[in-house]
């Protein structure tokens, strides 16, 4: 393949995460008429149109998402190999670039970020929070952080953090008018907070089990949210229950303005996992962060 065509793919690719010919050649730094003559070269080269233009956004034709998903793999190889070379200078350098959940990424990531980057000021680091199972090799991160019963079967895993608890939560105004559910069927004849999750939209459906038996509640109430800090101080103002992480709710649980029940149905699970693809030669500011972030019992 011709240093050209290569450039070509690379811009295609581009504009393809952008979707958007003037934020793409913000990007690579040329005019848009230059970037438009290079998509149009290129399109012609393979006999096929790859994107599709309308006045609003850009997007990528059948062509052009089977071009995608075979370009995104190999680029990510060679920008992690073009990484790996700053190895053989005396200090760790380059760019990595993880997704993860916003709990994650502000109980787990950022504590020991806090700590990692002054040790190695070369390094860079680059979190992106998205509670969507992100495709990390499709968007083309180094890893992503998930709770290890959703990391896939190809992906390598590393433990950083501890099991973990969801907590069926009310303020002791709520009970005091409304009672206490003695089992998660009670909870249909309760006011809940709803949870929007991101992926699909629906709403998450309260998981419980006791003595290996899985039970799967729907609950109903007046408020939704997307976001869990919110959710906890709905719960907190006494506008129904909640269930939330039990880190989360640890406060305000501490201080009596929340309560939790249903404490038999609610067991810890594994916590978060460190993923990332089988095949990637991790660079050495790759490991050294994975070292740091491993989690390791007290």
């Excluded at 053989?88 to 994650?104: F, K, V």
């Excluded at 039990?246 to 303005?257: F, H, I, S, V, W």
Aim: with cysteine; glycine share 8%.
């Amino acid at each position: 393949m011709r240093r050209d065509e290569l450039a070509d793919l690379s811009a295609f690719m581009v504009v393809a995460e952008e979707r958007s010919f003037t934020r793409a050649a913000a990007r690579l730094g040329v005019s848009q008429s230059a970037l438009s003559h290079t998509i149009r070269r290129l399109e012609a080269r393979l006999g096929l149109r790859l994107l599709t233009r309308t006045t609003r956004s850009v997007s990528a034709t059948e062509a052009g998402e089977r071009l995608i998903a075979t370009l995104a793999p190999a680029l990510s190889e060679i920008e992690t190999g073009l990484t790996a070379l700053g190895d053989l200078r005396d200090r760790p350098s380059g760019s990595i670039r993880i997704t993860a959940g916003e709990h994650a990424a502000h109980t787990l990531l950022w504590p020991v970020l806090e700590r990692f980057l002054p040790l190695y000021p070369e390094v860079r680091v680059e979190i992106a929070t998205d509670q969507s199972l992100t495709d990390i090799v499709a968007e083309r991160f180094d890893a992503g952080v998930r709770l290890g019963e959703q990391v896939a079967h190809d992906m390598i895993s590393v433990r950083i953090g501890p099991d973990l608890r969801m907590l069926v939560v009310g303020s002791p105004s709520y009970f005091r008018t409304h009672g206490r559910p003695g089992t998660p069927h009670d909870l249909t004849d309760h006011t809940c907070i709803n949870l929007r999750l991101p992926t699909y939209g629906g709403l998450y459906v309260w998981e419980f089990e006791k003595d290996g038996r899985a039970l799967n509640v729907r609950v109903d109430g007046q408020l939704t949210f997307n976001d869990m800090d919110l959710v906890v101080k709905a719960a907190a103002a006494g506008l129904g229950l909640a269930i939330v992480m039990e880190d989360q709710a640890a406060p305000l649980l501490a201080d009596g303005r929340l309560e939790a029940v249903l404490l038999d149905w609610t067991p810890p699970f594994t916590g978060y996992h460190l993923y990332y693809p089988s095949r990637r030669q991790p660079t050495q500011a790759f490991a050294l962060l994975v070292e740091a972030l491993r989690f390791r019992p007290t």
